[in-house]
Nanobody, 117 residues
Framework: QVLLVESGGGLVQPGGSLRLSCAAS??????????MRWYRQAPGKQRELVAAITSGGRINYTNSVKGRFTISRDNAKKMVYLQMNSVKPEDTAVYYC?????????WGQGTLVTVSS
């Protein structure tokens, strides 16, 4: 069992920056087996994948955030981060941290990001 807790959400102006964090606590499983992902769900829309990172550092982004968002992880601290730069109103959503390995999958409770002036 892995417990994921996101933090760092809030209100930010367009063009601003925000850093989301996801802390993973587990009971026996090894953090490095998990591919870590950030998803987001905007009001009235389906949840979408934002970024993913393997334990070895292989990274993928959805096209809409490429060049603006950066995902990273610290395996020793069991942390995953999403640095959000040049944010836009369309980035407004609840952001969820996800850990997946084979049939294992865990979700955080989400953190709300609102981009508005």
């Amino acid at each position: 069992q892995v417990l994921l807790v996101e933090s760092g959400g809030g209100l930010v102006q367009p063009g601003g920056s925000l850093r989301l964090s996801c802390a993973a606590s587990d009971s026996g499983s090894i953090f490095t087996i998990y591919v870590m992902r950030w998803y987001r769900q905007a009001p009235g829309k389906q949840r979408e994948l934002v970024a993913a990172i393997t334990s070895g550092g292989r990274i993928n982004y959805t096209n809409s955030v490429k060049g603006r968002f950066t995902i990273s992880r610290d395996n020793a601290k069991k942390m995953v981060y999403l640095q959000m730069n040049s944010v836009k109103p369309e980035d407004t959503a609840v952001y969820y941290c996800n850990a997946a390995a084979g049939s294992l999958e865990h979700w955080g409770q989400g953190t709300l990001v609102t981009v508005s002036s």
